[in-house]
């Protein structure tokens, strides 16, 4: 067990006394590490009583598993699961509705959420795409209020919304919930003062990752679950989840006006001088404080920051690659993040990527992701091969999910997106054990292994890698080009921001003048508005490395 000591504004962070205590912590400030020292303070110093708890909430599984091993880190495997609970929001929906469900209308037997089901039975309603989107966002939007389902079906019998009103009366007759019913039921359940005071007596204190991305939802369970030593932790410069609820605004007005303590942290322990000058070179603008190194000798020639263009994605891409298997070759244990803004800016790299010496997980395939891997390869064995190839993937998703605790919502929805991408395999005459084969053992969960990953920058968020490469830095993708009002552009930035801030040790950025998308058709591209600062703020590149990068 190796226990990290506090530094700077973060021993204030840890040992406050505050009952609501806010901590503003920009990127690479030591967030989650200061979250574990605050709940190892907070069981030392007598703070929660002996056979009380820690209630710690977060958002992904990953950023779940991160505070998992940050925590056995600090009080040891035993201690931290005896002393504290760490689960995302699904997950401690999840918890109060099996203990509570009759405050809710709900009988036993009802069935979390399943993708398959709400896919399917959507179809079934309607095959109009455009109508079934519609439905599932009004639906979204009512339950992120404290309805009841009577309340939800006479909103939208007034609204006229007949698409999504079949579609909830199909999910209470089949006794099924959707995954906006579960954060709605917690906080209806949350609102009977007898069942809080069971949960508040529990835990004796809470800790929120990242307060930017709840919603009001949200952040009255958080409330609700714990009555005294609420630490909120964030940074409402990072927040990029508005799209999916989340209210940063509100949110951190609400905080800044009750806390009793706030503390800010402006020391990063992450990142090198040299990216740090880049992320200070667009966090200024946001109203964010400049952010120094801890230890800025510490940094052999103070860091790496490289701007590259390209003529063509294709260049780009071979520009990329290249680097990232120098990197992966000299480097062996340390981590190689790519982040592109989206998905379908990517399609020239995943192609070079099956060239590489050094192939990447890719975050935004479920096959990849450690624990699902593992899951499907472990189940597969016991799978059928001599029946149909659909017959083989519907009864390793049902092994898989059988396996599983039913409030392990997310995990459970991994494997499902990933049994989908199974489907893809359909007539290629192969079998689930034969694809399970191809796929790379993964050893690490709770930390991010060494090599190199790809991803987008949403689920990048919270993590970090040691070099980092942000492609694709042109107009219409960064920021992208849907953003046209003042207040979306600023999450654009706020995105780009978050994508810069991964990096400890180096930092590369690149741009195409033209790429071509999935059906052969080529645009011209301008390079984003934020190109000319930050490129501004990186360093001059040297020879070898437009040479690696293929510099022209």
């Given at each position: 067990?190796?226990?990290?000591?506090?530094?700077?504004?973060?021993?204030?962070?840890?040992?406050?006394?505050?009952?609501?205590?806010?901590?503003?912590?920009?990127?690479?400030?030591?967030?989650?590490?200061?979250?574990?020292?605050?709940?190892?303070?907070?069981?030392?110093?007598?703070?929660?009583?002996?056979?009380?708890?820690?209630?710690?909430?977060?958002?992904?599984?990953?950023?779940?598993?991160?505070?998992?091993?940050?925590?056995?880190?600090?009080?040891?495997?035993?201690?931290?699961?005896?002393?504290?609970?760490?689960?995302?929001?699904?997950?401690?929906?999840?918890?109060?509705?099996?203990?509570?469900?009759?405050?809710?209308?709900?009988?036993?037997?009802?069935?979390?959420?399943?993708?398959?089901?709400?896919?399917?039975?959507?179809?079934?309603?309607?095959?109009?795409?455009?109508?079934?989107?519609?439905?599932?966002?009004?639906?979204?939007l009512l339950k992120r209020e404290p309805y009841t389902d009577a309340e939800i079906e006479e909103g939208?019998?007034?609204?006229?919304?007949?698409?999504?009103?079949?579609?909830?009366?199909?999910?209470?007759?089949?006794?099924?919930?959707?995954?906006?019913?579960?954060?709605?039921?917690?906080?209806?359940?949350?609102?009977?003062?007898?069942?809080?005071?069971?949960?508040?007596?529990?835990?004796?204190?809470?800790?929120?990752?990242?307060?930017?991305?709840?919603?009001?939802?949200?952040?009255?369970?958080?409330?609700?679950?714990?009555?005294?030593?609420?630490?909120?932790?964030?940074?409402?410069?990072?927040?990029?989840?508005?799209?999916?609820?989340?209210?940063?605004?509100?949110?951190?007005?609400?905080?800044?006006?009750?806390?009793?303590?706030?503390?800010?942290?402006?020391?990063?322990?992450?990142?090198?001088?040299?990216?740090?000058?880049?992320?200070?070179?667009?966090?200024?603008?946001?109203?964010?404080?400049?952010?120094?190194?801890?230890?800025?000798?510490?940094?052999?020639?103070?860091?790496?920051?490289?701007?590259?263009?390209?003529?063509?994605?294709?260049?780009?891409?071979?520009?990329?690659?290249?680097?990232?298997?120098?990197?992966?070759?000299?480097?062996?244990?340390?981590?190689?993040?790519?982040?592109?803004?989206?998905?379908?800016?990517?399609?020239?790299?995943?192609?070079?990527?099956?060239?590489?010496?050094?192939?990447?997980?890719?975050?935004?395939?479920?096959?990849?992701?450690?624990?699902?891997?593992?899951?499907?390869?472990?189940?597969?064995?016991?799978?059928?091969?001599?029946?149909?190839?659909?017959?083989?993937?519907?009864?390793?998703?049902?092994?898989?999910?059988?396996?599983?605790?039913?409030?392990?919502?997310?995990?459970?929805?991994?494997?499902?997106?990933?049994?989908?991408?199974?489907?893809?395999?359909?007539?290629?005459?192969?079998?689930?054990?034969?694809?399970?084969?191809?796929?790379?053992?993964?050893?690490?969960?709770?930390?991010?292994?060494?090599?190199?990953?790809?991803?987008?920058?949403?689920?990048?968020?919270?993590?970090?890698?040691?070099?980092?490469?942000?492609?694709?830095?042109?107009?219409?993708?960064?920021?992208?080009?849907?953003?046209?009002?003042?207040?979306?552009?600023?999450?654009?930035?706020?995105?780009?921001?978050?994508?810069?801030?991964?990096?400890?040790?180096?930092?590369?950025?690149?741009?195409?003048?033209?790429?071509?998308?999935?059906?052969?058709?080529?645009?011209?591209?301008?390079?984003?508005?934020?190109?000319?600062?930050?490129?501004?703020?990186?360093?001059?590149?040297?020879?070898?490395?437009?040479?690696?990068?293929?510099?022209?």
């Amino acid at each position: 067990m190796t226990i990290v000591a506090p530094v700077g504004a973060q021993v204030r962070a840890v040992e406050s006394d505050a009952e609501l205590l806010m901590v503003l912590a920009p990127p690479g400030c030591g967030k989650t590490e200061v979250l574990a020292m605050r709940a190892a303070h907070l069981l030392r110093s007598g703070a929660v009583e002996d056979g009380r708890k820690v209630l710690a909430l977060t958002f992904t599984n990953r950023a779940r598993d991160n505070l998992r091993h940050r925590l056995v880190r600090q009080l040891g495997e035993q201690r931290m699961r005896s002393r504290v609970t760490v689960a995302n929001f699904h997950e401690i929906s999840a918890r109060l509705l099996d203990a509570h469900h009759r405050l809710v209308g709900l009988e036993p037997g009802y069935q979390f959420p399943r993708p398959a089901w709400t896919r399917s039975t959507m179809m079934a309603i309607t095959s109009n795409r455009d109508r079934a989107s519609r439905a599932f966002e009004v639906l979204s939007l009512l339950k992120r209020e404290p309805y009841t389902d009577a309340e939800i079906e006479e909103g939208l019998e007034s609204e006229g919304e007949s698409v999504a009103l079949a579609f909830e009366r199909k999910r209470k007759e089949e006794r099924f919930l959707d995954y906006g019913d579960l954060p709605r039921y917690a906080q209806l359940i949350l609102r009977n003062s007898r069942a809080a005071a069971l949960f508040q007596s529990h835990f004796r204190a809470v800790l929120v990752d990242e307060f930017q991305d709840l919603s009001l939802q949200q952040y009255e369970i958080a409330q609700a679950l714990c009555a005294r030593k609420a630490t909120f932790v964030g940074d409402p410069y990072q927040g990029i989840f508005t799209w999916a609820g989340a209210q940063p605004t509100e949110v951190h007005a609400d905080l800044r006006s009750r806390a009793d303590e706030v503390v800010d942290l402006d020391v990063s322990f992450r990142s090198s001088p040299a990216v740090l000058d880049v992320v200070n070179a667009v966090s200024s603008s946001l109203g964010c404080a400049a952010l120094t190194a801890v230890d800025p000798d510490a940094w052999s020639k103070g860091g790496h920051a490289y701007a590259a263009a390209y003529a063509s994605d294709v260049e780009e891409a071979d520009g990329i690659v290249s680097l990232t298997d120098d990197l992966a070759s000299r480097f062996p244990q340390d981590t190689i993040g790519v982040i592109c803004r989206a998905a379908y800016r990517r399609g020239a790299l995943d192609r070079a990527y099956e060239r590489a010496r050094h192939h990447p997980q890719f975050w935004d395939i479920s096959l990849d992701t450690p624990r699902v891997a593992r899951l499907l390869k472990l189940h597969a064995r016991h799978v059928d091969i001599e029946q149909d190839f659909v017959d083989q993937v519907a009864e390793l998703r049902s092994r898989v999910s059988d396996s599983l605790q039913r409030s392990d919502i997310d995990t459970l929805k991994e494997v499902s997106d990933a049994c989908d991408q199974l489907m893809d395999y359909a007539g290629d005459d192969v079998t689930v054990r034969t694809l399970m084969s191809r796929l790379r053992d993964h050893t690490v969960v709770a930390s991010i292994a060494p090599g190199v990953h790809v991803l987008n920058a949403h689920v990048g968020k919270g993590q970090q890698f040691d070099w980092v490469v942000v492609m694709g830095l042109e107009e219409g993708h960064v920021p992208g080009g849907r953003s046209v009002t003042v207040a979306a552009i600023e999450e654009e930035q706020r995105v780009l921001l978050v994508m810069l801030s991964r990096a400890r040790k180096g930092l590369f950025l690149t741009h195409a003048t033209s790429n071509t998308n999935q059906w052969g058709k080529t645009f011209s591209n301008s390079e984003s508005r934020w190109w000319e600062k930050i490129e501004s703020a990186c360093k001059a590149m040297p020879r070898s490395i437009a040479k690696l990068m293929k510099v022209t």
